[in-house]
T-cell receptor, first 113, second 113 residues
């Protein structure tokens, strides 16, 4: 069975500090990987997707970056957090052929103060 | 790009009543449609995936209707119960952009016992 693990579960960070969020998918080879962001009470916005190791496509610009250093790992980061970065970050995966259902991790709740 | 409008943003029904949520999308080439449920503080749970070729899909306690002519996707929770209280999101994937999933703005459903 596939499992998706996100870390950390929650973070409180200061404006201007760096951030690194991680995601690992086990039990599925070469999945498509995604990062989504959800403002409190809001909808989900796709930030990045990756179809293979080392290749990441940006969907929206939010002063964030993403990397896929391994087939099963997806990292979201920034060097300087903004207040607007607060929210719920969800990592997700789908089968490699695309146009299939997307399965979500449990998310990381980020509060920037 | 694809835009998805979801109505209503908030819905309150009594236990046993129906709850009806609608999404209107803009890209007529959209091919895959999804409904997700998000309980407070939790991640997203896939309720149903709908292909563009099927107009009516039934799940456990709910029905999904797809009207391609009107570019409208609907979720009808029949005989709602308190456990159905959650946020519901539709999501749409265009046929040639399998990696881009556009979410609706969400509906917060409250089922009163």
């Amino acid at each position: 069975a596939q499992t998706i693990h996100q870390w950390p579960v929650a973070e409180i960070k200061a404006v201007g500090s760096p951030l690194s969020l991680g995601c690992t998918i086990k039990g599925k080879s070469s999945p498509n990987l995604y990062w989504y962001w959800q403002a409190t009470g809001g909808t989900l916005q796709q930030l990045f997707y990756s179809i293979t190791v080392g290749q990441v496509e940006s969907v929206v610009q939010l002063n964030l970056s993403a990397s896929r250093p391994k087939d099963d790992q997806f990292i979201l980061s920034t060097e300087k957090l903004l207040l607007s970065h607060s929210g719920f970050y969800l990592c997700a995966w789908s089968l490699a052929r695309g146009n299939t259902e997307v399965f979500f991790g449990k998310g990381t709740r980020l509060t920037v103060v | 790009g694809e835009q998805v409008e979801q109505r209503p943003p908030h819905l309150s029904v009594r236990e046993g009543d129906s709850a009806f949520i609608t999404c209107t999308y803009t890209d007529p080439n959209s091919y895959y449609f999804f409904w997700y449920k998000q309980e407070p503080g939790a991640s997203l749970q896939l309720l149903m995936k709908v292909f563009s070729s099927t107009e009516i899909n039934e799940g456990q306690g709910f029905t999904v209707l797809l009207n391609k002519k009107d570019t409208r996707l609907s979720l009808n929770l029949t005989a709602a119960h308190p456990g159905d209280s959650a946020a519901y999101f539709c999501a749409v994937s265009a046929g040639n952009m399998g990696y881009k999933l556009t979410f609706g703005t969400g509906t917060s459903l409250l089922v009163d016992p």
